[in-house]
Nanobody, 123 residues
Framework: QLQLVESGGGLVQPGGSLRLSCVGS????????VGWFRQAPGEEREGVSC????????TYTDSVKGRFSISRDNGKNTVYLQMNGLKPEDTAVYYC????????????????WGQGTQVTVSS
């Protein structure tokens, strides 16, 4: 059974940091592109960042460039999203997902999804 499990969400003050983790089971994550997405209440799911399977190239949506960083640890079958300089508008449920297609932040191209982890940025 292919599964993705996210962790690391929580409540943080504006300007703070969190590191989200996405652990794969039943498949080897470095064979897939992995993306992070988020969805705020009443909003559509938005692509945040992805890392390719071919050369670990990374893509970020404009609103998080310079603040968020995606990386892999193949030995732990884990993909991380380091989030610094968090803002209230970053508040959402964050999901990781895996795809056979590299370099896309389009949710419809991702076939395997985790259950999500809540990130709340508030003072």
């Amino acid at each position: 059974q292919l599964q993705l499990v996210e962790s690391g969400g929580g409540l943080v003050q504006p300007g703070g940091s969190l590191r989200l983790s996405c652990v794969g089971s039943g498949f080897t994550l470095n064979n897939y592109a992995v993306g992070w997405f988020r969805q705020a209440p009443g909003e559509e799911r938005e692509g945040v960042s992805c890392i390719s399977s071919s050369d670990n190239s990374t893509t970020y949506t404009d609103s998080v460039k310079g603040r968020f960083s995606i990386s892999r640890d193949n030995g732990k079958n884990t993909v991380y999203l380091q989030m610094n300089g968090l803002k209230p508008e970053d508040t959402a449920v964050y999901y990781c997902a895996a795809s056979i297609y590299d370099d896309y932040l389009t949710p419809g191209l991702y076939d395997w999804w985790g259950q999500g982890t809540q990130v709340t940025v508030s003072s």
